[in-house]
T-cell receptor, first 115, second 111 residues
């Protein structure tokens, strides 16, 4: 049973480039969450998606950031025109049910470094 | 918004000692969860306690929840060097669908 798979694990981008982070949830899970973690800090909620729908994007910056979870394939977090402040670890989590009353399962994260 | 605040921010103990970490939150919750994160790794779920529960055990872990004080504690008994990690509490802020994490406690256990 594969857990949440994220790739790439490490990504280096120059300022102004685009970063695409992929997340394959646990098989059968239709709820995906993205979190960002800055060095030495906790996780900050970004976006919650179900298949083909964005449910809550209240934590995602309005500009340059977008997320999708298509009917087929992984969830994608896309950051356009990256800046140094985007350097962080981005974690994806999945759950079989909606609501935070259930355990959500985290991937190992994607570490983005903007140079 | 940040819901949970852990205390202390960092804790260093010797193997065999107990480690206690506290978490305070602001709004009403349905449940509170504790997660562990090793350096450079993802989060591992440790335990979930619901708002109508006061105490829960799992192996060497003991979690308490006091909804009147909006606080929770995580106790790790007989700590081991392998327990060295950051520990986060997380709540379902305002009964929403998302987990809101605290700032974490960095635990260092010396052999």
């Amino acid at each position: 049973n594969a857990g949440v798979m994220q790739n790439p694990r490490h990504l280096v981008r120059r300022r102004g480039q685009e970063a695409r982070l992929r997340c394959s949830p646990v098989k059968g899970h239709s709820h995906v969450y993205w979190y960002r973690q800055l060095p030495e800090e906790g996780l900050k909620f970004m976006v919650y998606l179900q298949k083909e729908n964005i449910i809550d994007e209240s934590g995602m910056p309005k500009e340059r950031f977008s997320a999708e979870f298509p009917k087929e394939g992984p969830s994608i977090l896309r950051i356009q025109q990256v800046v140094r402040g985007d350097s962080a670890a981005y974690f994806c989590a999945s759950s079989p049910f909606s609501g935070a009353a259930n355990t959500i399962y985290f991937g190992e994260g994607s570490w983005l470094t903007v140079v | 918004s940040q819901q949970g605040e852990e205390d202390p921010q960092a804790l260093s103990i010797q193997e065999g000692e107990n480690a206690t970490m506290n978490c305070s939150y602001k709004t009403s919750i349905n449940n509170l969860q504790w997660y562990r994160q090793n350096s450079g790794r993802g989060l591992v779920h440790l335990i979930l306690i619901r708002s109508n529960e006061r105490e829960k055990h799992s192996g060497r872990l003991r979690v308490t929840l006091d909804t009147s004080k909006k606080s929770s504690s995580l106790l790790i008994t007989a700590s081991r060097a392998a327990d060295t990690a950051s520990y986060f509490c997380a709540t379902d802020e305002g009964n929403t669908d998302k987990l809101i994490f605290g700032t974490g406690t960095r635990l260092q256990v010396f052999p």
